[in-house]
């Protein structure tokens, strides 16, 4: 069993930057790939980040590469996201996932299916 609160979200201006924490329980987290997805209102929940269990390997979808950054560190199971230069186009509820279902996985998964494990969201919204 996994559980995984976040923290960080809030109200920023464009431009601005935030830091998004994930603190999971559990001992197979060291082990998961995570994934932060995110939903904007009317929209589906997508995979903008993930990174595999080691950290060495990590994926950024196009439109926050270069600005957003993905950790973790694996003695606090924590994974964190860094988020720089946001705009409001950034604006959605953001949610870190874990996919136990392979440990020690080294792919990083597109599809929320295969994450069994999932935050409860936090918003994040940003003003021009």
């Known amino acids: 069993q996994v559980q995984l609160v976040e923290s960080g979200g809030g109200l920023v201006q464009a431009g601005g930057s935030l830091r998004l924490s994930c603190a999971a329980s559990?001992?197979?987290?060291?082990?998961?790939?995570l994934g932060w997805f995110r939903q904007a209102p009317g929209k589906g929940r997508d995979l903008i980040t993930g990174?595999?269990?080691?950290?060495?390997?990590?994926y950024y979808e196009t439109s926050v590469k270069g600005r957003f950054t993905i950790s973790r560190d694996n003695a606090k199971n924590t994974v964190y996201l860094q988020m720089n230069s946001l705009a409001p186009e950034d604006t959605a509820v953001y949610y870190c996932a874990a996919s136990t279902l392979t440990a020690y996985s080294t792919i990083i998964y597109q599809q929320s299916s295969n994450y069994n494990y999932w935050g409860q969201g936090t918003q994040v919204t940003v003003s021009s």
């Open positions: 990174i595999i269990w080691s950290g060495a390997v990590t």
């Open positions: 559990g001992r197979t987290f060291s082990a998961a790939t």
